[in-house]
C-alpha cells in the first residue's frame, strides 16, 4: 500500500509535559487530516528524533472517541448518562453557576485547576486571568516541580544550566533518576553521541534496571529514596582519595572544614547499606568522575519525587561543583531551564486583573482539599465549584480515594475542558470538548533545552471543540468582565507576551519557528561564579533564600532541615505490615494519562503490572503474570506480576499510569500514593509508598 502524500508539511511543536518539547515536522494530507509526524532534523537539540507514542500523532488527534460538542450530565455523577447541549447553552449555565456560588459562599469557593496537558503558555496558563478577575481560590503549583526545582536552585542560585546539547562533548553523562529512554529520548541521542565519537562513559542511577540503564556503561541500581547518600559517599570518596577540585572549590563554592568533618562520617561502608549499592560500586562511580573533568551530569524529576527528594537534588548537583566540572565544555549539571526564559507573562495572566488576596490551595492536595480537611482548606470553607483544563486529577493525583469521594460530591458544580471523555470528565457537571495542539496558535517554553517555540493553528477541530483560550474568555465575558484582555484572540497574546517579553516580533519567529534563549557558555556553566549574590556554589543550602527568591511556601518547620548536603531519612518507612517500597514509574508509550486510549500506545503497554524481585515472589507464592494485589492504608490495587531481577528485594514498580478502569477492580495506582505535602516546600511524593503485596484473592 502506498503511503498518503502529504499536500504541505509545517512547523509545529509538541505540546506534551516532557523537558525535551520536540520541534515537529507534520505533514497535512490533502483531506486536511494529519500524516507524518516526526522530528525536526534542523533542530539541534531534536535532531530527527522524538518519541514513539508522538510519532503516532495522528492516532490521537483523529481518534474516533474525541469530544465533539458540549454536554450535561442528567443521571448521578459517574454514571455516563449526558444530554448534547450548545455552547451558549453550556456558558450560561456555567456563569449562572458560578455567580450564584460567589454570592452564596464568595469566590474562594471556586478553584480553577489545571496543570501541564499541553505546556503551551497562552492555552494553559490563561485560566490565571479568569481566577484573577473574580477573585477565585489561588493554585500551589506543587505536584511536578515542587521537590525538584528547589533542590535545584538551593546549589547554584538559578534554574538553570549547561546546554543539553554540550552532552555531546562530555567524557562521561551521568544520567541521573530519569528513565530517559521513557521520558526524554533526545537526552539519548546525545549522550551515544559522546559515546560514539570521544568514547564517553555512560553512567546510569536509578532504582531499577530500565530501557536507559541497558545502555549504560554502568548501572547503579539503588533503593528507592537514597540518592542523597551515594551523593555524599561520593564527596567523601573524592575528599579522601585527593580528587576533589580543592581550588574550584575554594574560589566558587562555599566549601568549608565543617562541611568536610561533616561528609568524613559518609563513607562508602555507610552508604552501601542505606542504598544496597557496594562499595566497590560506590567508589568506582566516585573515581569514574573524580577522574573525568568533562562529566555532564543529567539530573532527572524521578529521584525527586521521594519525601527528601529536594535535599537528594541537592545532594546530587552538589558533586559537580566539588570535581569542578563546570569548568569545562561538556562538563557540569542540568535539570532544567525554566528559570532563564525572562518571560512577561502578566497580561496573559491578567496581573492587572488580581481581585484582592484569594487563598492558596495546594493541588496535590486535591482529594484532602475536597473532602474538607481544614489544614489543606487554609483556614477557609468548601470548594463548591471547580473548571478543569489541562489535566485529569481523577487519575494523576495522589490519595485517590480521597480525589473520587472528593470529585462525586453532588454539592460540587465540576466543569471539565477535555479532549477525551477522562475519568475527571466522567463526574463533571459540564464537559466541553477541547482542541488539541495543531488546532490552535500558541508558544512553548523548553524546560530541557534553549528554545521558545512558536506552533500555529494549522488543522481544523473536529466538531465544535474550542481551545482552553477561548473557553476562558467566554466565561470572564458571561461573568461581566470587560476588560479587552478577554477579546484578544490566541495568535495575538503570542505577539502581546513577545512584545512585552522583548523578543524578536511574532512575525520573525513564525519565519523560524522558534526564538534561542541559549545563555552564554561561561554563564551557563556559572564559569564565573553561581547565581547567589557572593557567587558561591552552596553545600549547606539557604533554604530560606530559596524560599523568598521562588515565593515557596514551607510546610515544615525550617530548623529540621539538614544543614548541609546530606541523605534526609524522612521517607515513607517500610514496616511488618508494609514492607516494600512502591515507585510508580513512567511507561514507554503514555505520559501521565495522556496516550492511554490511543491503540499503538494501549498495544506496547498492555495490562496494568508490577515488577517484583524473583526471590520475594517465591517467598510469598507469586507466579509471574500472576494477579496481584498492592496496598496500604490508603487503598489497594490489582496488576499482574512481572517477576525481574532488575530491582532490589523489598521494591516494586509499577510502570505507567493506565486508566483506573484498566484495572481488576477499576482502582488505578495512585491509591496507594499520599498527598501529604513533602519538605520543605510541598510537592507530591509519587515513588515514596510504603506497600503490602500478596496473591489476588
Request: hydrophobic letters at 40%; proline letters at 6%.
Amino acid at each position: 500500500m502506498n503511503a498518503p502524500i502529504a499536500q504541505r508539511t509545517i512547523r509545529s511543536v509538541c505540546p506534551h509535559d516532557c523537558p525535551s518539547v520536540c520541534a515537529l515536522d507534520v505533514d497535512i494530507l490533502v483531506d486536511g487530516t494529519v500524516g507524518r509526524v516526526r522530528g525536526a532534523k534542523d533542530d539541534p537539540y531534536t535532531a530527527g528524533v522524538i518519541c514513539e507514542k508522538v510519532a503516532r500523532y495522528a492516532e490521537r488527534i483523529h481518534h474516533p472517541d474525541r469530544l465533539t460538542h458540549p454536554m450535561r450530565r442528567i443521571g448521578p455523577k459517574g454514571a455516563g448518562q449526558w444530554q448534547p447541549i450548545s455552547w451558549d447553552e453550556a456558558l450560561d449555565e456555567i456563569a449562572a453557576r458560578f455567580l450564584e456560588i460567589e454570592q452564596r459562599h464568595g469566590p474562594e469557593a471556586i478553584w480553577p485547576y489545571f496543570y501541564a496537558g499541553t505546556m503551551g503558555h497562552v492555552q494553559r496558563d490563561g485560566i490565571e486571568r479568569l481566577r484573577a478577575v473574580r477573585g477565585y481560590s489561588h493554585q500551589y503549583d506543587t505536584i511536578c516541580t515542587g521537590l525538584a526545582w528547589p533542590g535545584y536552585i538551593a546549589g547554584t542560585g538559578l534554574l538553570g544550566g549547561v546546554n543539553p546539547e554540550q552532552m555531546a562533548e562530555s567524557d562521561c553523562v551521568v544520567i541521573w533518576g530519569t528513565n530517559a529512554v521513557h521520558t526524554q529520548v533526545n537526552v539519548m541521542t546525545h549522550a551515544m553521541k559522546a559515546r560514539k565519537t570521544r568514547g564517553a562513559k555512560v553512567v546510569v542511577i536509578d532504582i531499577y534496571r530500565n530501557a536507559t540503564m541497558d545502555q549504560a556503561d554502568m548501572g547503579l541500581v539503588l533503593r528507592p529514596g537514597t540518592d542523597g547518600a551515594l551523593a555524599v559517599a561520593t564527596m567523601h570518596v573524592l575528599l579522601r582519595d585527593g580528587l576533589a577540585d580543592r581550588d574550584y572549590i575554594a574560589r566558587f563554592t562555599d566549601f568549608s572544614p565543617e562541611f568536610e568533618a561533616h561528609l568524613a562520617s559518609r563513607t562508602p561502608q555507610w552508604a552501601a547499606e542505606i542504598t544496597g549499592l557496594s562499595v566497590a560500586e560506590i567508589e568506582a562511580f566516585a573515581h569514574l568522575v573524580g577522574k573525568t573533568p568533562r562529566t555532564f551530569f543529567r539530573l532527572g524529576f524521578g529521584f525527586s519525587r521521594q519525601r527528601n527528594g529536594s535535599t537528594a537534588m541537592h545532594a546530587a548537583l552538589s558533586i559537580p561543583a566539588m570535581t569542578g566540572a563546570w569548568q569545562h565544555r561538556g562538563g557540569g549539571a542540568f535539570h532544567s531551564n525554566s528559570g532563564t526564559w525572562a518571560l512577561d507573562k502578566s497580561r496573559l495572566k491578567g496581573s492587572h486583573l488580581q481581585k484582592g488576596n484569594p487563598r492558596l490551595l495546594d493541588m496535590s492536595e486535591i482529594g484532602p482539599i475536597l473532602t474538607g480537611d481544614e489544614k489543606a482548606l487554609q483556614g477557609g470553607g468548601p470548594v463548591h465549584a471547580m473548571i478543569v483544563q489541562n489535566t485529569n486529577p481523577a487519575s494523576i493525583a495522589p490519595d485517590q480515594k480521597l480525589v473520587h469521594e472528593g470529585l462525586r460530591r453532588e454539592d460540587l458544580f465540576l466543569v471539565v475542558h477535555e479532549q477525551f471523555m477522562t475519568e475527571t470528565a466522567e463526574l463533571a457537571d459540564i464537559v466541553l470538548p477541547a482542541t488539541m495542539f495543531l488546532e490552535h496558535n500558541d508558544y512553548y517554553t523548553r524546560g530541557g533545552h534553549t528554545r521558545v517555540l512558536y506552533g500555529p493553528a494549522v488543522v481544523d477541530a473536529p466538531g465544535e471543540a474550542r481551545s482552553n483560550h477561548e473557553v476562558i474568555n467566554s466565561i470572564a465575558l458571561r461573568l461581566g468582565s470587560d476588560d479587552p484582555i478577554f477579546r484578544t484572540s490566541a495568535r495575538d497574546m503570542v505577539a502581546d507576551t513577545f512584545a512585552r517579553s522583548n523578543y524578536p516580533s511574532l512575525e520573525e519567529v513564525e519565519r523560524t519557528g522558534f526564538v534561542d534563549r541559549e545563555r552564554p557558555d561561561e554563564e551557563a556553566r556559572f564559569a564565573k561564579g553561581f547565581a547567589w549574590p557572593d557567587g558561591r556554589f552552596r553545600f549547606a543550602p539557604d533554604w530560606q533564600a530559596v524560599s523568598a527568591a521562588k515565593g515557596y511556601r514551607w510546610v515544615c518547620d525550617p530548623a529540621i532541615m539538614p544543614r548541609f548536603a546530606d541523605h534526609w531519612a524522612i521517607t515513607e518507612a517500610t514496616s511488618t505490615e508494609h514492607p516494600f517500597k512502591l515507585a510508580t514509574s513512567p511507561a514507554r508509550a503514555f505520559l501521565n494519562s495522556s496516550f492511554n486510549q490511543t491503540p499503538g500506545s494501549l498495544k506496547r503497554e498492555g495490562e496494568p503490572s508490577v515488577f517484583i524481585h524473583p526471590d520475594d515472589a517465591a517467598r510469598l507464592g507469586i507466579a509471574d503474570g500472576a494477579a496481584v494485589t498492592v496496598g496500604n492504608h490508603r487503598g489497594s490495587v490489582q496488576l499482574t506480576a512481572r517477576l525481574f531481577d532488575g530491582l532490589r528485594t523489598g521494591v516494586l514498580i509499577a510502570e505507567g499510569l493506565h486508566r483506573n478502569k484498566a484495572h481488576r477492580g477499576e482502582q488505578g495506582i495512585n491509591m496507594l500514593t499520599s498527598a501529604e505535602p513533602a519538605p520543605p516546600f510541598g510537592g507530591a511524593p509519587f515513588h515514596d509508598a510504603a506497600v503490602w503485596v500478596r496473591p489476588a484473592d
